[in-house]
């Protein structure tokens, strides 16, 4: 298999886990959201960050298809899974 195949595959398979993750713990916050306000407080963040990684996982899905399928669109693809990878590391860096 070639190298950049399971790269994007392990990143596709990291977004989409952080995402599903994130998804989960919004339902369980609009669930008991009322019971806690300061629950409500952590809706706004905890949407951006399912939102990045939704795009995150869009993203990742699209380029590894591209490598897989060897399409002549690939390297776009594979430089914008580099570009978003990096816009997601300088939202999260402290």
Do not use: K
């Not at 009322?34 to 380029?63: C, K, N």
């Amino acid at each position: 298999m070639r190298p950049l195949v399971v790269i994007n595959g392990f990143l596709l398979g990291s977004c989409l886990s952080i995402a599903v993750s994130l998804a989960l713990v919004l339902a369980v916050f609009l669930v008991v959201g009322d019971e806690h306000p300061r629950i409500r407080d952590e809706m706004g963040p905890l949407g951006q960050s399912l939102a990045i990684f939704v795009v995150m996982t869009a993203v990742s899905a699209l380029s590894f298809y591209a490598v897989i399928r060897q399409r002549p669109w690939r390297w776009p693809a594979v430089a914008a899974t580099v570009i978003g990878l990096a816009l997601t590391g300088w939202y999260y860096w402290p």
